[in-house]
């Protein structure tokens, strides 16, 4: 199972990023996908997680209104729309494939990718 994490980059305050997660069509239909954060010297944490039919989504309370997970079926891609970023959310960005479906613990995930960077200047 293969997951390629990529939309990081520099931004400012209060601009928006697409994250996405590009996966193959069997993982797709499989397994949930959750987007965790990175800090720099911080533990990973959850942000968001979007169920494999794209029914039930969760977020942690900080993104909430802000960042929306959904799903592309026809490209095997789910993604991280973040609006309305803050410095606080810059970290190091990873999307992981679930078979719970969907889960805010880090263990319940089975596969990780790779890391997209996320920088927000003040």
């Known amino acids: 199972v293969q997951l390629q994490a990529s939309g990081g980059g520099l931004v400012q305050a209060g601009d928006s990023l697409r994250l996405s997660c590009a996966t193959s069509?069997?993982?797709?239909?499989?397994?949930?996908i959750g987007w965790f954060r990175q800090a720099p010297g911080k533990e990973r944490k959850f942000v968001a997680t979007?169920?494999?039919?794209?029914?039930?989504?969760d977020y942690t309370d900080s993104v909430k209104g802000r960042f929306t997970i959904s799903r592309d079926n026809t490209k095997n891609t789910v993604y991280l729309q973040m609006n309305s970023l803050k410095p606080e959310d810059t970290a190091v960005y990873y999307c992981?494939?679930?078979?719970?479906?969907?889960?805010?613990?880090?263990?319940?995930?089975?596969?990780w990718g790779q890391g997209t960077l996320v920088t927000v200047s003040s």
């Open positions: 992981a494939a679930s078979a719970a479906h969907i889960s805010r613990t880090p263990d319940d995930y089975d596969y």
């Open positions: 069509k069997r993982t797709f239909g499989t397994y949930g």
């Open positions: 979007l169920n494999k039919w794209g029914v039930n989504t």
